[in-house]
């Protein structure tokens, strides 16, 4: 059988992509390897170093990260553009900027971080555990009442705010229907989003003096504080991972006849827990450290109150508050309490999020067989 001449006789090779103008590699088969691109970041950055240190501004590091970023972004644009076509180089170009970016924003965090690690590691021994400061006037000492003072408000605070946030965010999405209660409730959590948090310490603490008289002060009343900071973000967050599960789930549980409710149980939230149980720990981790209304609501004490329905209390950002605005004689004790009493704030905040992350390993829906 006869084919015809102009017919190819094997397959069809797809034009080769040249970024555009018909010289150079394309993008799945660039020229600059990350060998290549590692060089040039190297060769950059003792560039950069070089001239800061000359310059005479000693090692800043945010001048030797913008001076890097800028010989970079120009070499890497300039060796591309002329390898690669105009394309890619404009694509490596974007991708530096937008690391430079990035790098300068890790900045404040990771110097942050740096110092409160080199400054709270002084005092981060067993007696900041096991002791407290009652009778303690210099060195020695703990923050044992603090610690256990933060555990138990923000506990009490996640016990009463997790469930109202969760169900008022399941009525939005699933039963109101933009009806006059839910544009209410909308309107009044965005209302309670952006509210000082001093105010929601006067709030509780108001409420309270008029039950029990002036001067009321207990941890059950910090906790009432911290409620109403928290249950806007438990709302919000968990509003929008719900609105996240297709509706294709809903309706195929509608159709084998499983009533709403238990369709929202067993269906809606094991798909959405994931996400709720992140929202859940960015509304603990926005709440535990909390001064102003701790300040108001609960105050400082020396010793150890595990009893949140009376007296005072004291709660680590009030006692590092504390310990560095007003320290005693002679003050370095007490500054570098605060500094450790800061450090386990955030290891604090650490753990909870590993909680989150182990919460959303084991309770999310599987999606193999």
Same mark, same amino acid.
């Given at each position: 059988?006869?084919?015809?001449?102009?017919?190819?006789?094997?397959?069809?090779?797809?034009?080769?992509?040249?970024?555009?103008?018909?010289?150079?590699?394309?993008?799945?088969?660039?020229?600059?390897?990350?060998?290549?691109?590692?060089?040039?970041?190297?060769?950059?950055?003792?560039?950069?170093?070089?001239?800061?240190?000359?310059?005479?501004?000693?090692?800043?590091?945010?001048?030797?990260?913008?001076?890097?970023?800028?010989?970079?972004?120009?070499?890497?644009?300039? &060796?591309?553009?002329?390898?690669?076509?105009?394309?890619?180089?404009?694509?490596?170009?974007?991708?530096?900027?937008?690391?430079?970016?990035?790098?300068?924003?890790?900045?404040?965090?990771?110097?942050?971080?740096?110092?409160?690690?080199?400054?709270?590691?002084?005092?981060?021994?067993?007696?900041?555990?096991?002791?407290?400061?009652?009778?303690?006037?210099?060195?020695?000492?703990?923050?044992?009442?603090?610690?256990?003072?933060?555990? &138990?408000?923000?506990?009490?605070?996640?016990?009463?705010?997790?469930?109202?946030?969760?169900?008022?965010?399941?009525?939005?999405?699933?039963?109101?229907?933009?009806?006059?209660?839910?544009?209410?409730?909308?309107?009044?959590?965005?209302?309670?989003?952006?509210?000082?948090?001093?105010?929601?310490?006067?709030?509780?603490?108001?409420?309270?003096?008029?039950?029990?008289?002036?001067?009321?002060?207990?941890?059950?009343?910090?906790?009432?504080?911290?409620?109403?900071?928290?249950?806007?973000?438990?709302?919000r967050s968990t509003e929008e991972m719900l609105r996240l599960v297709p509706n294709e789930l809903r309706e195929a549980?509608?159709?084998?006849?499983?009533?709403?409710?238990?369709?929202?149980?067993?269906?809606?939230?094991?798909?959405?827990?994931?996400?709720?149980?992140?929202?859940?720990?960015?509304?603990?981790?926005?709440?535990?450290?909390?001064?102003?209304?701790?300040?108001?609501?609960?105050?400082?004490?020396?010793?150890?109150?595990?009893?949140?329905?009376?007296?005072?209390?004291?709660?680590?950002?009030?006692?590092?508050?504390?310990?560095?605005?007003?320290?005693?004689?002679?003050?370095?004790?007490?500054?570098?309490?605060?500094?450790?009493?800061?450090?386990?704030?955030?290891?604090?905040?650490?753990?909870?999020?590993?909680?989150?992350?182990?919460?959303?390993?084991?309770?999310?829906?599987?999606?193999?067989?």
């Amino acid at each position: 059988m006869s084919t015809d001449e102009g017919t190819p006789r094997g397959p069809v090779k797809p034009p080769r992509d040249n970024g555009g103008d018909g010289d150079g590699a394309s993008f799945l088969n660039p020229v600059i390897s990350g060998k290549h691109i590692l060089a040039i970041a190297g060769v950059s950055l003792l560039l950069g170093a070089g001239i800061v240190l000359g310059a005479g501004l000693g090692f800043h590091l945010v001048a030797i990260i913008v001076l890097t970023a800028v010989i970079y972004s120009v070499a890497i644009f300039v &060796i591309s553009r002329f390898v690669e076509g105009p394309r890619p180089a404009v694509d490596r170009l974007v991708t530096a900027i937008v690391a430079t970016f990035f790098a300068l924003a890790m900045v404040p965090l990771v110097s942050v971080a740096l110092s409160v690690i080199e400054l709270g590691i002084k005092r981060f021994d067993v007696d900041f555990f096991t002791y407290s400061m009652r009778g303690v006037v210099g060195e020695g000492g703990g923050a044992y009442h603090a610690i256990m003072g933060t555990l &138990i408000i923000t506990v009490i605070a996640t016990l009463i705010a997790v469930p109202i946030g969760i169900f008022a965010a399941i009525y939005l999405v699933e039963y109101g229907n933009k009806n006059r209660l839910s544009r209410a409730l909308t309107f009044f959590v965005d209302v309670m989003t952006g509210i000082p948090s001093i105010v929601a310490g006067l709030f509780a603490y108001s409420l309270f003096v008029l039950i029990f008289g002036p001067g009321a002060r207990a941890g059950i009343i910090g906790a009432t504080a911290l409620v109403v900071l928290m249950i806007p973000t438990v709302v919000r967050s968990t509003e929008e991972m719900l609105r996240l599960v297709p509706n294709e789930l809903r309706e195929a549980s509608y159709a084998l006849g499983v009533p709403k409710w238990l369709t929202i149980a067993k269906v809606v939230l094991p798909t959405a827990i994931a996400g709720i149980a992140t929202g859940v720990t960015l509304a603990i981790a926005r709440i535990i450290g909390e001064t102003a209304p701790l300040l108001v609501t609960v105050g400082i004490t020396t010793g150890a109150n595990l009893n949140p329905f009376s007296g005072r209390m004291a709660t680590l950002p009030v006692f590092s508050y504390y310990s560095y605005a007003t320290p005693g004689v002679p003050p370095q004790p007490f500054i570098d309490r605060a500094w450790t009493g800061l450090l386990v704030l955030i290891i604090i905040v650490m753990a909870l999020n590993i909680i989150a992350r182990l919460i959303s390993k084991f309770f999310a829906p599987k999606t193999g067989r």
